[in-house]
């Protein structure tokens, strides 16, 4: 269907590049080429999502996908994708969940999970405080917390 009209030679200089950890250069050579081809976008998706470019690079995994889908390549970096950032939006939402409230300039969350129930007295916000601020060190003052 689609086919790569570039210069096969520029495609391994890319990976090169990718392979050295050199995504900015891989990128920025990318940019100079007008022709674009799944493994323009699928190259493109890999350079730029290694630069910190999250929304271009899944774009463009996702266009090479697209354009080339029996291309397991291609699919891998796909689901590799999709994986690690649906990973990443669970645990942010369980951490963001921990922390709903601001209690006075504590950095704690409080009733989430708490032994106390729904209604928590003011010792057991500033004990669960202490508790939230002791895990963030790697100790545990309350352990069924």
């Known amino acids: 269907m689609y086919s790569n ?75 590799s994708y999709n994986f690690y950032r649906d990973d990443y939006r669970d645990r942010s939402n369980r951490y963001n969940r921990r922390r709903r409230s601001d209690l006075g300039g504590c950095c704690c969350c409080c009733c989430d999970d708490c032994c106390c129930g729904d209604d928590c007295c003011e010792n057991c916000t500033k004990l669960w405080c202490l508790d939230s601020c002791c895990e963030c060190f790697g100790g545990d003052l309350v352990s069924c917390c």
């Open 5 to 79: 009209t570039y210069n096969n030679e520029s495609f391994i200089n890319v990976r090169k590049f990718i392979a050295n950890n050199e995504f900015e250069k891989a990128y920025n050579f990318l940019k100079s080429i007008g022709d674009k081809c799944s493994t323009w976008y699928y190259l493109n998706g890999i350079s730029s999502m290694n630069i910190g470019y999250y929304e271009e690079g899944e774009e463009s995994i996702k266009k090479a996908n697209t354009m080339e889908p029996q291309n397991m390549e291609y699919k891998k970096a796909l689901e």
